[in-house]
């Protein structure tokens, strides 16, 4: 069942789970993913807490404690997932000193509703780092107009950082220019740069949702002819941007500095059309020093159906800026629909920020002592 997972990580893609809770932790499910499906990092969004905390009662003997203690619900918030993060950063440990601090990390997001606010998102990132207290920890940043400068100087102080919600290759090429500044600034402070970490999550699945609707609409043989092509298309020539920037002077002074590559992380890789096949985004962003983040069905899928047939990405870079070009020509405005695809995706978060408000409000009121 593993052969293709483990192909997959033979060439250079680190697997990362796209989910976590409770129950995951202490069934021994996550240490097993690690064992047997050559998984090696994990993921996390407001989404993924909010699910997890609302199914069965995995979380009743904490929340019991906290609603003694009378604590808000964003304080119960933060305790229940940095819990969650601290656990699975410690059963991932192994992993993140056998490579040296490349693999083994959990990530966690800040308050998506600081999205477009750089000093507290900043704030919000020291503060996680010091509440799961593990290195192997990476803060997710969204890499709005806001998020960019505290990137920059969350990296200057020397925390590691997933930069979420890349949609765009003018975004991403300012995300890597902000993680060079804190690089460049961390360098400054005398911090060491080996131990600074980050990964920038470009989204893939949701362009195509995108972009497909308005092909769909148009309806010509040419536009059919384009479903499914803008996501590859667009990810492809992000990784010839990375190729690029970590290449350059620049880079090669801090890489004499031992910092590391940011790596692009193809984030959002589960199909979303069943026309599609469900391994599409992983068989087709197969290239080295990529990390692929899964949910566990694509994951599954990758295991029993993926086709690794080495580096699918290098070389594609003509042909995929053909594609965003014949895209254009049928008047769809790739800034336009990137642009949508954040807004969209920073109101998603805000959104399942709120249900997780809600549903652990509920629940702190359900486990409450009653009054004497």
Do not use: C
Request: proline content about 3%; cysteine-free; hydrophobic content about 40%.
């Amino acid at each position: 069942m593993t052969d293709a997972l483990k192909r997959l990580s033979d060439e250079g893609v680190a697997i990362w789970l796209d989910d976590l809770s409770r129950k995951r932790i202490t069934s021994g499910n996550l240490a097993e993913l690690i064992d047997e499906q050559h998984v090696v990092g994990v993921t996390t969004n407001p989404s993924i807490f909010q699910k997890a905390i609302s199914e069965g009662h995995g979380y009743d003997t904490q929340l019991t404690d906290l609603a003694a203690r009378k604590v808000t619900v964003e304080e119960a918030i933060r305790m229940i997932t940095t819990a969650d993060v601290r656990d699975a950063a410690d059963i991932l440990r192994p992993v993140f000193d056998a490579t040296q601090g490349q693999d083994g990390r959990v990530s966690i997001e800040v308050d998506p509703r600081l999205a477009h606010d750089t000093r507290a998102t900043v704030a919000e990132a020291k503060q996680l780092a010091w509440l799961v207290d593990r290195p192997n920890t990476l803060i997710k940043i969204p890499a709005t107009e806001a998020g960019l400068p505290a990137i920059a100087e969350v990296i200057g102080l020397g925390i590691s950082v997933n930069v979420t919600l890349i949609f765009s290759l003018e975004r991403y090429r300012r995300v890597m220019e902000a993680y060079l500044i804190g690089l460049e600034k961390a360098k400054e402070r005398g911090l060491d740069l080996s131990k600074i970490h980050s990964v920038a999550s470009f989204f893939v699945s949701r362009v195509d949702t995108e972009i497909d609707k308005r092909l769909d609409g148009i309806g010509t043989p040419e536009a059919k002819a384009l479903r499914g092509k803008a996501a590859l298309a667009n990810a492809r020539l992000a990784y010839e941007a990375y190729e690029e920037v970590f290449s350059s002077e620049r880079w090669a002074a801090l890489d004499r500095a031992q910092a590391n590559k940011q790596r692009p992380l193809w984030a959002s890789t589960g199909v979303k059309d069943p026309a599609y096949k469900d391994t599409l985004y992983v068989d087709e962003l197969v290239a080295p020093g990529t990390v692929n983040t899964m949910p566990e069905a694509t994951l599954e899928a990758t295991a029993a159906r993926g086709e690794i047939r080495g580096d699918t990405v290098t070389g594609t870079y003509e042909q995929a800026r053909a594609d965003l070009d014949a895209l254009a020509e049928l008047g769809i405005g790739y800034d336009e629909v990137v642009q949508l695809l954040e807004d969209e995706g920073v109101s998603k978060f805000e959104a399942a920020w709120n249900d997780l408000l809600a549903s652990t409000e509920a629940e702190l009121k359900r486990l409450a002592p009653s009054e004497a």
